[in-house]
């Protein structure tokens, strides 16, 4: 059954430095997100992303978060400058074909952590 | 404003009782869609099942079944027969309009052998 990966699966980093999240979506899915889960608390959205740019985005996801489609597999989350508050568990997700009833599926997660 | 509201906490039960997870939502949305994901302690989000807003029958799939009440906005999970392999999160979520999920704060819950 296809699924969603990402890579790392953790990541330390010193505060300021930045980091790359890597996501490889379900390879017929057209919609992808990506969603931060600070220890202990809800998932949050972050952003979506269709047709090669965002389609929508959270107040969380301010000018330090960029997103990428670098090639046809990839999808890339990239924090510019980590603060330790960036510290969480990040998840990436992807949909079909768009239509409101297409389930988000989701990767095993990135844990980041910003020392 | 999309919102959705799990009030329990942290819930504990003994191997084989059954469990109900509640989920209260609040949307203006009138086609929406409900789900149900499972985080165990590995951490993965697992999908469970997905409601639309136009179809109110529950759903039954092996221990697992939901009722889904318009009236008082509530997509309830139960487990039947718990078995430690439930021991996780279980978070309800709602999406309306936007493409974004707008998930409640989960139910931890801990199945005693």
């Known amino acids: 059954e296809p699924e969603v990966t990402q890579t790392p699966s953790h990541q330390v980093t010193q505060m300021g430095q930045e980091v790359i999240l890597r996501c490889v979506p379900i390879s017929n899915h057209l919609y992808f997100y990506w969603y931060r889960q600070i220890l202990g608390q809800k998932v949050e959205f972050l952003v979506s992303f269709y047709n090669n740019e965002i389609s929508e985005k959270s107040e969380i996801f301010d000018d330090q978060f960029s997103v990428e489609r670098p090639d046809g597999s990839n999808f890339t989350l990239k924090i510019r400058s980590t603060k330790l508050e960036d510290s969480a568990m990040y998840f990436c997700?992807?949909?079909?074909?768009?239509?409101?009833?297409?389930?988000?599926?989701f990767g095993p997660g990135t844990r980041l952590l910003v020392l | 404003a999309q919102k959705v509201t799990q009030a329990q906490t942290e819930i504990s039960v003994v191997e084989k009782e059954d469990v109900t997870l509640d989920c209260v939502y609040e949307?203006?949305?009138?086609?929406?869609?409900l789900f149900w994901y499972k985080q165990p302690p590995s951490g993965e989000l697992v999908f469970l099942i997905r409601r639309n807003s136009f179809d109110e029958q529950n759903e039954i799939s092996g221990r697992y079944s939901w009722n889904f009440q318009k009236s008082t906005s509530s997509f309830n999970f139960t487990i039947t027969a718990s078995q430690v392999v439930d021991s996780a999160v279980y978070f309800c979520a709602l999406s309306g309009y936007s493409n974004q999920f707008y998930f409640g704060t989960g139910t931890s819950l801990t199945v005693i052998p």
């Open positions: 997700a992807s949909k079909g074909t768009g239509s409101k009833q297409e389930t988000q599926y």
């Open positions: 949307t203006r949305d009138t086609t929406y869609y």
